[in-house]
């Protein structure tokens, strides 16, 4: 497993993690570690070296959004592996079906996904990074999204040129990372409704 980089919580700052709320806020933190860069991914320890979490660092009050509060690794098949659970959960609650190819496939900490939304319109996915960290890893994000749903997406559009926070040393541009403008006449599908 990779070595990801630690964040140590002030004494008595650990509740709310121990109560499984996905933030970490920046006063918590009693110590960051020298080349710590926005959008790395940290494992988030109690004062007294208690694991708590793996989630991406974010300059900014909410300085931590947690993944897993569990050890694991993020990558290629954690995305796969989360998103699979959220499809399934929409299919669970029939909205995956015929008549309804329109949902929001992911809605972020909801998801066990801080700072990601993913939109289904049919054969379209709109995916919308809210952290540096997934902003990072949405080509990972975009490969996971074809597996999970079978290839029955022939699109992927990222739109995060607005979401991300405006600071962020990053130079975020909308774009397709699956497919392209060409071809876009698929309908979407919502309670019956085209």
């Known amino acids: 497993m990779e070595q990801y980089k630690k964040i140590k919580l002030k004494p008595k700052k650990e509740s709310s993690l121990k109560r499984f709320h996905p933030w970490v806020f920046s006063g ?4 960051l570690p020298d080349n710590i860069e926005e959008g ?9 070296n208690t694991f708590l979490g793996v989630g991406h660092y974010q300059i900014g009050t909410i300085a931590v959004r947690i993944l897993s509060f569990k050890q694991k690794e993020i990558d290629a098949s954690f995305f796969e592996e989360r998103l699979q659970e959220a499809y399934q959960m929409r299919e669970s609650i029939n909205l995956v079906r015929a008549d309804n190819n329109t949902y929001r496939l992911v809605h ?11 939109d289904i319109y049919g054969a379209l996915a709109v995916v919308q990074a809210h952290s540096v ?8 994000i975009a490969t996971a999204l074809e597996a999970v749903l079978n290839n029955s997406i022939e699109h992927i559009y990222y739109k995060s040129e607005g979401t991300l926070p405006y600071k962020a040393p990053i130079d975020p541009e909308d774009s397709f990372l699956l497919g392209g403008k060409h071809d876009l006449t698929k309908v979407a599908i919502e309670n019956n409704l085209k």
């Open 28 to 31: 918590a933190i009693a110590s």
């Open 40 to 48: 790395d991914v940290v494992e988030v320890y109690a004062n007294d």
């Open 108 to 118: 972020g900490e909801g998801d066990m996904l801080a700072g990601l939304i993913i």
């Open 133 to 140: 960290g997934m902003h990072m890893s949405r080509h990972m």
